[in-house]
Structure formats: C-alpha cells, structure tokens
C-alpha cells in the first residue's frame, strides 16, 4: 500500500510561486508514474502535469500550466514535486497528487490507484 501526503500548498499573490511536495510512504513509488491533478469548488478534477517513473523521465502538462509550472522526482527520497511559477486566480483549487502503477504518464484519473488528501493552493489578485 502506498500512502501520498502533500504539502507546500498556500496562499500566494498572483504572479508569485509555489512548491508542492508528493511524498510517498510505505512502499517505494520509484516504479510509478506520479501526477498532479487539481479541483476547484464547484469544478471537476482535471489534470495538471505528470512525470513517468524515471527520474528526468517523461513528463506531461496541461496547457494552463504549460511553461509555467515544471514536475520532478527525487527516488531517493521516494518524492515527487510541482514548481509553480507566474501564478493566477485560475490556478487556485485544491491539488491533488496521484501514483499509477503502470510507470508511464497518463492525464486519465482512473490510471491511478494511490491519492493523497491534497493541499489547497490560493492565489489572490
């Protein structure tokens, strides 16, 4: 069983920066593919970015954080991370990280089998 609890979230003027945090207990993650996935009130879950089980292995963004946001993984410390940078109102949800046993990334929730609880992001104007 694989235990995720981020950390990193808060609240950030627009245009600011964060740094989320993915770690992973009780088994190693470094066969897994992580994601980042996102919920804001009223939205539905979508998908942020994902990196494959490599360290500096594939990666995958959507669009709206595309150029502004950039996924890493550390195996050694069994954790996964999110820089974002140049942020928005719009990115303001609760995220969400995500390992999928398969190894390679994927933007469909359902290739995930672990999920953490999340850590809210707010970004104020």
């Known amino acids: 069983q694989v235990q995720l609890v981020e950390s990193g979230g808060g609240l950030v003027q627009a245009g600011g920066s964060l740094r989320l945090s993915c770690a992973a207990s009780g088994r190693s993650i470094n066969a897994y593919a992580v994601g980042w996935f996102r919920q804001a009130p009223g939205e539905e879950r979508e998908f942020v970015a994902a990196?494959?089980?490599?360290?500096?292995?594939?990666?995958d963004y959507a669009d709206s954080v595309k150029g502004r946001s950039t996924i890493s993984r550390d195996n050694a410390k069994n954790t996964v991370f999110l820089q974002m940078n140049s942020l928005k109102p719009e990115d303001t949800a609760v995220y969400y990280c995500?390992?999928?046993?398969?190894?390679?990334?994927?933007?469909?929730?359902?290739?995930?089998?672990?999920w953490g609880q999340g850590t809210q992001v707010t970004v104020s104007s």
């Open positions: 995500a390992a999928a046993p398969g190894g390679w990334v994927s933007r469909r929730s359902s290739e995930y089998s672990y």
């Open positions: 990196i494959n089980w490599r360290s500096g292995g594939t990666t």
